[in-house]
């Protein structure tokens, strides 16, 4: 809250031009202001069939630019819309999302050079971020910069423009936003606040990533088609769903966990599936991970996820959750199966439990022991969950878990943490599957899911039985797993009559008629 608090005054400070500021104080409040920022989205694609408002406000503002003498023609008035659109949508969805937030915005010309596949005559986007069609599916190019800077002159949007800082090899790319000339326009056209979802498309539901985190293309095969038509289905019925956040009438959009607000956006409730590829002993690589990432849901601590509601009408949930999922793997890997919890060690007072998991964590995911060790202190100094172990000596603490954990102490420094990952999201498509096609309900946060409170027996049913299948699919020791339901505390007791909620239920509700509506009378056109 405190930080909230300077930041909205240093927000304040900055837009209304405090004559008593310095030069040097005003250029650290617009810096700070700058920083509250997240980069451009160019994956949302509107069908403009379902929501033809978009379209009309595209076609709108084209007419407009192109009286200007700096508007470059294109050859193709439909990839103009596109690029329209999906600069128009994202900036509102910022919009929503906090009125003062800018969107990272790349000028640099190579970031859209167009390229073409080899052994095709097909283009793809080649950039740094995004290499190939199936990271840019609107086909966005560098004609976008244009768009956006006519824009800017006609006053639709606010700009600062990005540099590059002396002696680093990175910048800060550009900032914009939108003007309260262009949010005019957006509450004049009509668009319903709820069609801006970002629901990944066929081509960034599954996303691979090398080890510096860029995108990188692959191949699509049988498997990866069976990857996406699970997620497919799993996000056509959590768009037909209402989950939302019971806070007893507080703001959605500033919620404080552990350490910076976090800004809430119901509609981002949709999951993807991102791999990493990684570099085996042999030279060859392999795709590892394949998390699930996305939804909203995963993004707010424990406590507030059980005020998570789903359902139409909304009804109460439940979350299950895999105990000690990481090193129960590593133990079957090896061989055999704890008798006690491994996050508690002979000598420490169980109050050390967070601790030892975070170490066990880090000790898998790192590549050395210095790493770790800095990565577990940095962790424990700038998290106020770990303020009673500020003062231990992280290093002894460390050297006497492994002594504790002998028997898997084979995987530490390996970067076993990422293949622990992918087991576990084997396990976790093997449930998400299950309750998809009965259609049922189900978020995932990883090893925990949530479910509506009648299907919490089923949920953990079928959760023993995944955990076990995939470790003997894998040729791994199959073992029993630890499940934990994660007790709700007395702040957390569902109010089905809480008026904001009711309100944001039938507003979602006559949205989806509308929808449903319009979807039936384009297949009606069809036919």
Not at 386 to 400: A, C, P, Q, S
Not at 470 to 495: A, C, F, G, H, T
Request: with cysteine; glycine share 4%; aromatic share 12%.
């Amino acid at each position: 809250l405190a930080f909230l608090s300077i930041y909205r005054r240093k927000i304040k400070m900055l837009f209304y031009e405090d004559e008593t500021l310095t030069e040097e104080e005003r250029r650290d409040l617009k810096s700070t202001a700058l920083k509250n920022s997240r980069i451009f989205n160019k994956f949302f694609w509107p069908d403009f069939r379902t929501y033809p408002e978009i379209e009309l406000l595209s076609e709108k503002l084209i007419l407009i630019i192109k009286q200007l003498p700096k508007f470059e023609k294109r050859k193709q008035e439909k990839k103009l819309k596109r690029e329209m659109a999906v600069l128009l949508i994202d900036l509102y969805k910022n919009y929503l999302e906090d009125p003062h937030q800018y969107l990272g915005f790349y000028r640099n010309h190579n970031y859209y050079v167009i390229k073409r596949i080899e052994g095709t005559k097909k283009a793809a986007r080649a950039t740094s971020k995004y290499t190939g069609t199936v990271y840019n599916p609107c086909s966005i190019g560098r004609t976008i910069i244009n768009t956006v800077d006519c824009l800017i002159e006609l006053g639709y949007i606010e700009n600062h423009k990005g540099m590059r800082f002396s002696g680093y090899k990175k910048g800060r790319v550009s900032r914009i936003k939108a003007t309260d000339k262009l949010i005019d326009l957006f509450r004049t056209s009509s668009i319903n606040d709820d069609c801006l979802t970002n629901k990944p498309t066929t081509e960034n539901v599954v996303m691979f990533r090398d080890e510096d985190k860029n995108n990188t293309k692959y191949e699509e095969n049988e498997a990866i088609k069976e990857i996406k038509d699970l997620l497919f289905k799993y996000n056509d019925l959590l768009e037909e769903t209402y989950i939302d956040l019971n806070l007893y009438g507080k703001p959605l959009e500033y919620i404080h966990p552990k350490k910076l607000p976090i800004k809430v956006n119901l509609r981002n409730k949709y999951y993807r599936r991102v791999f990493n590829n990684i570099e085996s002993e042999d030279g060859r690589i392999i795709s590892a991970g394949g998390r699930y990432y996305g939804s909203w849901t995963q993004q707010i601590p424990s406590k507030l996820r059980q005020r998570i509601v789903m359902g139409d009408p909304p009804e109460e949930t439940e979350e299950v959750d895999f105990s000690t999922m990481h090193p129960t793997i590593l133990a079957a890997i090896n061989g055999f199966a704890f008798d006690t919890d491994p996050y508690e060690i002979e000598g420490y007072p169980k109050g050390y439990r967070p601790l030892f998991k975070l170490i066990l964590l880090v000790l898998i995911n790192s590549a050395t022991k210095d790493k770790a060790l800095r990565a577990i202190e940095r962790e424990v100094r700038d998290d106020s969950d770990y303020e009673d172990f500020k003062h231990l000596n992280l290093l002894t603490v460390i050297n006497n878990f492994e002594k504790a954990h002998q028997r898997i102490a084979n995987h530490f420094y390996t970067g076993a943490g990422i293949r622990c990952q992918n087991i576990e999201a084997a396990i976790a498509s093997n449930i998400i599957r299950y309750f998809t096609y009965n259609n049922k309900i189900l978020l995932t946060v990883h090893d925990s899911f949530l479910c509506q409170k009648k299907d919490s027996y089923l949920l953990q049913k079928i959760m023993i039985s995944a955990f076990k299948n995939i470790l003997k699919l894998k040729d791994i020791m199959v073992v029993e797993p630890k499940l934990k339901i994660v007790q709700k505390d007395s702040n957390n007791i569902y109010l089905p009559n809480a008026p904001d909620l009711n309100l944001r239920y039938k507003r979602w509700k006559e949205f989806n008629k509308q929808i449903q509506f319009k979807r039936v009378l384009i297949m009606k056109k069809k036919e």
